[in-house]
T-cell receptor, first 111, second 117 residues
Framework: GQQVMQIPQYQHVQEGEDFTTYCNSS?????IQWYKQRPGGHPVFLIQ?????EVKKQKRLTFQFGEAKKNSSLHITATQTTDVGTYFC???????????FGRGTQLTVWP | DTGVSQDPRHKITKRGQNVTFRCDPI?????LYWYRQTLGQGPEFLTY????????KSRLLSDRFSAERPKGSFSTLEIQRTEQGDSAMYLC???????????????FGPGTRLTVL
C-alpha cells in the first residue's frame, strides 16, 4: 500500500531558529496536504499543494511540492513557541477520499 | 459551534463490551471520515462516507468494526467485543466534495478517546 514517510520524527529547536520537515511518498501523489496537531488537540488543516513544483507561503511557513510529486517539505522561519506541535503531511494517491498520514514530525520549541 | 463534534469525548470499557461513538459533521459537508490514532502515530484511515454511502473501508478494519451514516448527516462507529488493542483516539473528519473533486481540506473533530481495560 501507499506509504508516506516523514523525517525527522522529532525536532527540538530554540525559539528563533528555523525548522524543516520532509515528506516522501513511495508513489506519485495527486496532491499533498499538511496538518498541524497541537499537544492534546486534533489535526488542523494548514495547506494543500496540487501542482508539480508548487511553492506556497503562509507568513513564516513555506511549503513545497516536489517536481515528481513524490515529496514535499515544510519550512518554518524563526520558530515561535506557538509553533509547537506535530506536523503531518498527508498524501492522496489514486484513491479518492482517504488520506495517508505519516508519523509526523513533533516540534518542540524552547523559549 | 459549527465545527465537527464527537460524542462521547472519553469512553472506558471492559474487554468484550460493545461501544458506539457518534460524529456530527459540519452541516453542509457531504463527506465523513473515521480515523484511529494511537500515541506517537499519525491518524490511520478507517472508513469514509459520501452522503449515506460508505465508499471505502480500510482492510485493516476487522469485522468487529462497523460504521453507518443512515441519513447522510451524523455517523456512528461501533466496535463489538472490544479488545485492549482497540484503545486509541477515534477521530472523525468531514469535508465538502464538489463536482467529483475531493481535493478539499478535512475538518477534524476533537476525537473520542477509548480505553479498553
Amino acid at each position: 500500500g501507499q506509504q508516506v514517510m516523514q523525517i525527522p520524527q522529532y525536532q527540538h529547536v530554540q525559539e528563533g531558529e528555523d525548522f524543516t520537515t520532509y515528506c516522501n511518498s513511495s508513489t506519485t501523489l495527486s496532491n499533498i496536504q499538511w496538518y498541524k496537531q497541537r499537544p492534546g488537540g486534533h489535526p488542523v488543516f494548514l495547506i494543500q499543494l496540487v501542482k508539480s513544483g508548487e511553492v506556497k507561503k503562509q507568513k513564516r511557513l513555506t511549503f513545497q511540492f516536489g517536481e515528481a510529486k513524490k515529496n514535499s517539505s515544510l519550512h518554518i522561519t524563526a520558530t515561535q513557541t506557538t509553533d509547537v506541535g506535530t506536523y503531518f503531511c498527508t498524501g492522496r494517491g489514486s484513491t479518492l477520499g482517504r488520506l495517508y498520514f505519516g508519523r509526523g514530525t513533533q516540534l518542540t520549541v524552547w523559549p | 459551534d459549527t465545527g465537527v463534534s464527537q460524542d462521547p469525548r472519553h469512553k472506558i470499557t471492559k474487554r468484550g463490551q460493545n461501544v458506539t461513538f457518534r460524529c456530527d459533521p459540519i452541516s453542509e459537508h457531504n463527506r465523513l471520515y473515521w480515523y484511529r490514532q494511537t500515541l506517537g502515530q499519525g491518524p490511520e484511515f478507517l472508513t469514509y462516507f459520501q452522503n449515506e454511502a460508505q465508499l471505502e473501508k480500510s482492510r485493516l478494519l476487522s469485522d468487529r468494526f462497523s460504521a453507518e451514516r443512515p441519513k447522510g448527516s451524523f455517523s456512528t462507529l461501533e466496535i463489538q467485543r472490544t479488545e485492549q488493542g482497540d484503545s486509541a483516539m477515534y477521530l472523525c473528519a468531514s469535508s465538502l466534495a464538489r463536482g467529483g473533486v475531493s481535493y478539499n481540506e478535512q475538518f477534524f473533530g476533537p476525537g473520542t478517546r477509548l480505553t479498553v481495560l
